[in-house]
């Protein structure tokens, strides 16, 4: 059963990909691919082998491999399709199918985090994460559920900023144009000393919804300036200082979503939402949203 889901998602991915850039390319068939992490970002360890020269040379190579059944040459293909563009969310995505071929699910769940950030209008990254979230063997740390962390799952990262603002604009020339409308009765009627126009309820409304709009668009803003990461590695010590020999406070597992603080050398200062602050490794996150930190 979960073989045929994985097919599903893997044909999604491969009709959603013949929208891309060019038209020779969008003519072909696309299968899955997968993405790599900008070169600043750390990578899943690779084999030297062949190079493209363009964007599209190692999409096409990563989806012949991936046909083919070679996973290693695939991921490498997608890998190097990443680091040309590294906000193609379909590389993204196909590159984290590959990564779960290949076993490496944290990586998997990392790289599909990052392509639903960049365009949760794109529905397969978030079928994938629920085809493989639940197969995670991620241990919950004890935390505080907050009540930012809710909001922002269930209202903020499912929708688009796009989408925000575009019902932000909406909303607010619906209420402009409704308001301005009920002035010009009323104007109408003191001067022909008629009774003034009923109280604008439908405006009212209409304005209530442009100012929850216009909040959580700004959370929506806000929220991505926050730099967030996935832990890759299969389990991670948290430290009390950048420095193996400090206190360990916590261990996280792979899967596991982090906010990133700060950095410094090899380390990075990391929140777990709702429990402890400390330092990991930075080569044992990988990051998903918010200002770039290294």
């Excluded at 893997?10 to 070169?39: D, G, M, N, R």
């Excluded at 990443?82 to 944290?106: D, H, I, W, Y």
């Excluded at 668009?217 to 200082?241: F, H, M, N």
Aim: aromatic share 12%.
């Amino acid at each position: 059963m979960k073989l045929r889901i994985l097919k599903i998602l893997i044909l999604s991915v491969t009709f959603c990909c013949s929208w891309q850039k060019t038209t020779s390319w969008a003519q072909e068939t696309q299968e899955p691919a997968a993405a790599a992490a900008p070169e600043s970002s750390p990578k899943p360890p690779s084999a030297e082998s062949q190079s493209w020269p363009s964007f599209e040379k190692a999409f096409q190579a990563g989806v012949a491999n991936y046909q083919s059944q070679k996973f290693e040459d695939a991921r490498l293909a997608f890998t190097q399709a990443v680091e040309k563009e590294p906000k193609s969310v379909q590389a993204l995505t196909n590159l984290a199918l590959v990564q779960f071929q290949l076993g490496q699910k944290a990586w998997a769940v990392a790289l599909l985090r990052k392509a639903h950030n960049l365009d949760p209008n794109f529905s397969t990254p978030k079928a994938a994460l629920d085809f493989i979230l639940p197969q995670l063997d991620v241990k919950e740390i004890p935390h505080e559920i907050q009540l930012w962390e809710t909001i922002r799952s269930s209202f903020v990262v499912p929708y688009s900023l796009t989408g925000f603002l575009g019902m932000t604009a909406l909303s607010l020339f619906a209420f402009g144009w409704l308001i301005l409308k009920y002035f010009g009765q009323r104007r109408e009627a003191f001067r022909e000393e008629k009774a003034l126009p009923s109280y604008p309820l439908i405006a009212t409304l209409i304005g209530l919804v442009f100012l929850a709009s216009l909040t959580v668009t700004t959370l929506k803003i806000w929220d991505g300036e926050i730099p967030r990461g996935t832990v890759v590695a299969e389990k991670v010590t948290v430290y009390s200082a950048p420095s193996d020999k400090s206190v360990a406070l916590f261990d996280l597992f792979g899967g596991l979503e982090i906010i990133m603080n700060t950095a410094d050398s090899d380390w990075v200062q990391v929140t777990y939402p709702g429990a402890l602050t400390g330092w990991i490794p930075k080569s044992s996150v990988f990051q998903t949203s918010g200002r770039q930190q290294w």
